[in-house]
Structure formats: C-alpha cells, structure tokens
C-alpha cells in the first residue's frame, strides 16, 4: 500500500527513499476480496480448522483458518510498515526492514486474492458481490479520504477524483480490475509468462499515467496470476518442516541484503508505482528490477506463509476485517503526517521509541479488525444493495442446490 502524498493530476516524479499499502488487502468476501464472506474452501491440512460461518443467505460456508491468519499477519506488516515510513530518513534499520516487509506484505495479500478468485465467472451474484464489496468500498473511500485531507488542512483545492486513486484505495481499484480480467486469464495458453510481460512492459513505460494507478494494477498482476492458478497443496507445501527451517537464513539474507542496499537503493521500487524512467534510471533498469524484485517477492511471501498458524487462534477470526483495518487505519496514519506527529515528538525516532510505535500499530489494526467494528462499519463495506440489482432468477435454484450439497 502507499504513503503517497501525490496530489491529484499532478505528474509524477522520482520518490525519496521512503514512502508508501492492504493491502487487503485481500479477503475471501467476494470471492477472493478482504471481508467476512467467502466460499467454502476445504481446510488446508490435518491442523487447519474453520472459523466463523457467512453472514448470509445460502448453504454454510466454511472459512480456512490458514487464510485468515495469512490476512491477518500481513495487515499487521502493512500497519508496521505505515509508521515506519518517517523514521526510515533518521535510521539505516528502520528502513531496512520497511524494505523487507514491502518486499512481501502486498504480493501476499495479492497473491491470496488471486487464489480466491479462481471461481469468479461474470455471474451475476458473483458481479453483484464485486461491486459491493470492492467497487462501493472504493468510491466512498476515495471520496471520504479526499474530504478528510481538506479538513485536515492538506491542500483544499484538490478536486475529488475517482481515476486517480489516493493512498490505500489503489488496492481496491486494481483488485476490481484483475478480478475482471480473471476469464481472460484462464483462457490463455500461458497466463504467467504473458502477466509477467506485461508488468515488464509497465515499468518501462512512463507515459501510462495516473488513471486507476495502471503501473501498480499492471506491475503487481503476476501475483494476482500465480495465485489465480494455485493449488491447495502448493500451500500444503509451503508449510513444510524443510521450507520453515529454510525460511529463517533465508530472512535473515534478505535483512542483511536490505541494510547493505538502503544507501545504494531508492524504496520507491518496492512501491511499483513508477516506471524505471520516472525514477531516474534507465530503461532497461525497470526490466531487470522489476524481474529480481518479482523472485525476491515471491521467495518471500513463501517464507512468510511458511510461519503462518493453520490452526484456528485467538486472532483468526479477525482475518474476516482484514480490510477494515486496511482502509480504516489510513486516517490515522495520514493525520500523523498532516499534523505533524513525528516532528512534535522526536523520542519516536529512539530504539525504543520505535518499538512503541510497531507495538501501537499492531494493536491499533488489530482493534481496527474486531467484530465490533466490523459490524459499524458494514454498511459501507459491504453494503446489500437489492434496491440496486434485479433479481437473478437462477440463485434460489443455485441456493437449493448448495443446501442439497451441504447435507450430503
């Protein structure tokens, strides 16, 4: 996700060395998005065990606890990795692991809605859930964060624009447009490779523009791809004893790798939100990051899902408000910068003034992520909408026939 200040309509230049989200991020609501509905996904492994039923009409549906613990923990990073972000300019370690969680915490997420989209099919029921649970969600966000960077005193002259996403709704832009080219992926012959040159493509190209952050939609695809074309036992994999034990030099390479690259290397490349061009590199720079950055992601994102719990655990059942806490804890993390937070109290940028705010920031997206506030706030982010749809005449056959399914 992203900490970017970037007015609206105003060109894009190369970033600082700091910066940037869900996210999330990503959900098994609406087939694949951050929410608390989803279909039934049988449990992973002997450990993996259910969590709370869908709070909607139809057969039972079961939600995998190893996906909502995967959710969870990667908003957490992404929460950790917000209040990082203005203590990357005062220390070498500090950006050092901003740049490693960026590494993986957005392709994970990417990568689980991928995997919960394999389903979607231009149903009807299945558009009707996309547009309520991810288009809506982004219209009024978009619109709300605007309104609150003018009353927080940012710029009130900035037009509200619904092309150029602001912050953490480029998640939810992008998520609706890759969950609608999902048919088109299952019908080509090589769907990866053809995602993979299409984000290369991307990162040399900086005249696509801002509309719908099309360099992040188009440079994070092949996560999405991987994960649209992956298998219950590729996760089974994943949490091998061998790839755990693996998972922890290969982390502790990746730390050391980080600290070495933080003076030698602009974080803005972790973002992909700007071509090679747009970062003062040449051309071709964007082809071979874009490439390493992908392999490392990807290494990554398996160490981080090898550690994730496929038991049910206390925070389970928050994996369903994944993108509540994403959106919600945006306000928070912006009005820190409008007001001028860090600067008014320089003890944060102390070593224990940095596990304080890692510490808040976990407890705060955790808060953020609870029933409670799932149930305030789910008008909004997953609104029904009836008044807005005709009524397919196929879902009370396709409900008789889940029911008929789950007593079987």
Not at 80 to 105: C, D, I, K, N
Not at 109 to 136: C, E, H, K, N, Q
Not at 334 to 347: E, N, T
Request: hydrophobic share 50%; aromatic share 14%.
């Amino acid at each position: 996700m992203t900490n970017s200040l970037r007015p609206h309509g105003h060109p894009r230049v190369p970033l600082p060395q700091a910066e940037q989200p869900t996210e999330q991020l990503t959900e098994q609501p609406t087939d694949g998005v951050p929410a608390p509905r989803s279909p039934h996904i049988p449990p992973q492994d002997s450990h993996s065990a259910t969590g709370a039923t869908a709070p909607e009409a139809g057969p039972v549906k079961q939600r995998d606890a190893f996906f909502d613990n995967a959710k969870y923990l990667a908003i957490v990073f992404v929460a950790m990795g917000h209040v990082w972000q203005p203590l990357t300019a005062h220390s070498r370690a500090a950006e050092a692991l901003y740049m490693v969680v960026y590494t993986f915490h957005m392709p994970a997420f990417i990568l689980i809605s991928g995997y919960f989209s394999r389903s979607f099919d231009m149903r009807p029921d299945r558009l009707r859930r996309l547009i309520t649970g991810v288009a809506v969600p982004y219209v009024v966000f978009e619109v709300t964060y605007s309104l609150f960077r003018r009353w927080a005193g940012d710029d009130s002259t900035l037009p509200i624009s619904l092309l150029d996403p602001w912050y953490l709704t480029w998640f939810l832009a992008a998520l609706f447009v890759w969950r609608m080219t999902t048919p088109l992926w299952k019908a080509v012959r090589w769907p990866v490779p053809l995602a993979l040159g299409i984000a290369v493509l991307a990162s040399v190209s900086p005249d696509i523009g801002d509309d719908l952050d099309l360099q992040r939609v188009l440079q994070f695809l092949p996560f999405f791809v991987i994960g649209l074309f992956m298998k219950p036992e590729h996760f089974r994999r994943m949490r091998h004893r061998d790839v755990r034990i693996l998972s922890v030099p290969a982390f502790a390479a990746a730390l050391a790798v980080a600290y070495w690259a933080v003076p030698r290397m602009n974080s803005a490349w972790f973002y992909h939100r700007d071509s090679a061009q747009e970062l003062g590199a040449p051309w071709w720079a964007g082809i071979v990051m874009t490439l390493a950055l992908l392999g490392c992601s990807l290494v990554l994102t398996v160490c981080f899902l090898a550690w994730v719990p496929g038991r049910r655990t206390w925070f389970t059942v928050l994996g369903a408000g994944t993108l509540y806490g994403y959106l919600l804890h945006g306000f928070l993390i912006q009005g820190s910068r409008f007001w001028g937070w860090y600067d008014a109290h320089p003890w944060v940028y102390e070593p224990l003034g940095q596990v304080f705010l890692t510490l808040l920031a976990a407890a705060v997206v955790t808060a953020l992520c609870t029933p409670p506030v799932q149930r305030m706030f789910r008008f909004v982010m997953e609104p029904k909408m009836e008044w807005a749809f005709r009524r397919d005449t196929a879902e009370p056959a396709r409900e008789r026939g889940g029911r008929a399914d789950a007593r079987t």
